[in-house]
């Protein structure tokens, strides 16, 4: 099967880091260290691949370097299906983040067309139990990675009803006002469902195909209060019965926007939401694993993960079986923890990049520690 990996990454003041170039090859990459040594900023350099703030939803003025500040720069050699793409992502004096794709200026948007990156952090942990719009982020993500166009969509109905947003607060009340940010965000919004209904039956043939020493999760779309309208005619409907309600709250109550996402642990009946949390941490690692096996279909290629301290949180055994599943899936998985020993179970199936706390970096390619 044809790969996506990355094969140079270069930073300049980002981050935690001034300066760092790092050569690699297809394989894994496990990255050990102190906390604080800039692992997390490793991974999160290469989340920058994929359209979005990356995986901690910052700003680009804060991947600043401090107390440089100066701007920053992260520089890719990424191989995608049999094509080599030079890419280049940066931000200066707190303008907007920029993107090249070789040597032509594009939007974020074009990454997801060359690229596809997953990952899966400690913040996620709560994803079950909190509130909604993790999920629907979550959801979301999934969804643009199979299907690059959605964030497009996302970001016409998230306009339209901003605009609707501010006639409501303004208590306009002719509905004249209302008829084309309705019609757009209808039209919008009826997509942004689909999409989402057709990931998750992406996901779910992923997680029934496939053996997996993880949980099957069984996933719905719901809506948080009362009915989902899905089709255009029943958006704009519900879009147009619901103006005097959004009115008094001054913003819109019905919508994409107000999907939640389900999740039961399959075996057991139970919800995610009340399960341990070491489930609910493995049922998050097996909606990845399911994504990854699904767009290594659909795509042509396994994703790049980034796995940030996810060993930690597994026992030897699990940790083993996540191991077997990434290499078997052939992807180039970043995986950070504390030390050497949680990367033991990959032996000569990866490589290394060790940190120390002083910013120094010593990479050691393959065998085990």
Not at 1 to 16: A, D, I, K, Q
Not at 148 to 159: E, F, I, M, Q
Not at 220 to 225: A, G, I, N, P, R
Request: aromatic share 6%; with cysteine.
């Amino acid at each position: 099967m044809p790969g996506l990996y990355v094969s140079e990454l270069n930073l300049s003041h980002f981050r935690s880091h001034k300066s760092a170039r790092f050569s690699l090859d297809a394989l894994p990459v496990a990255i050990y260290g102190p906390n604080g040594a800039g692992k997390t900023n490793l991974i999160e350099a290469v989340s920058l691949l994929s359209p979005g703030r990356g995986l901690r939803r910052a700003a680009a003025q804060d991947m600043a370097r401090r107390p440089d500040s100066i701007g920053w720069k992260v520089k890719t050699l990424l191989h995608s299906r049999h094509k080599l793409h030079e890419v280049e992502i940066w931000c200066e004096d707190g303008t907007a983040r920029q993107v090249r794709i070789d040597d032509k200026a594009t939007t974020q948007l074009a990454l997801g067309h060359i690229a596809r990156v997953l990952w899966l952090i400690p913040a996620m942990d709560r994803l079950w139990v909190e509130g909604a719009e993790g999920r629907r982020r979550f959801l979301d993500r999934m969804t643009m990675s199979f299907i690059p166009s959605h964030g497009d969509v996302a970001l016409a109905y998230d306009k339209a009803m901003r605009e609707r947003n501010r006639l409501l607060k303004d208590q306009v009340r002719d509905g004249q006002w209302y008829l084309a940010l309705e019609r757009q965000m209808a039209d919008a919004g009826a997509q942004i469902h689909a999409n989402r209904q057709r990931a998750l039956t992406f996901l779910a043939g992923a997680q029934m195909q496939t053996e997996t020493a993880f949980p099957v999760a069984e996933l719905d779309l719901v809506q948080t209060e009362g009915e989902m309208p899905e089709g255009v005619d029943d958006l704009r409907e519900a879009l147009a019965e619901s103006r005097f309600r959004d009115l008094v709250a001054g913003r819109t109550l019905v919508g994409p926007h107000r999907a939640d996402l389900y999740g039961v642990y399959a075996a057991k009946g139970v919800p995610a939401a009340e399960c341990s949390t070491g489930e609910q941490k493995a049922l998050l690692v097996s909606l990845i694993l399911a994504n990854a096996r699904a767009l290594a279909r659909d795509f042509g290629a396994p994703p790049i993960l980034l796995l940030d301290e996810v060993a930690a949180h597994l026992d030897a055994t699990r940790r083993a079986a996540l191991y077997d599943e990434i290499c078997t899936l052939g992807a180039q998985a970043w995986m950070t923890g504390t030390g050497p020993e949680l990367f033991a179970e990959l032996g000569t199936r990866a490589q290394r990049i060790e940190m120390v706390e002083d910013g120094g970096i010593s990479r050691v390619t393959g065998g085990s520690e």
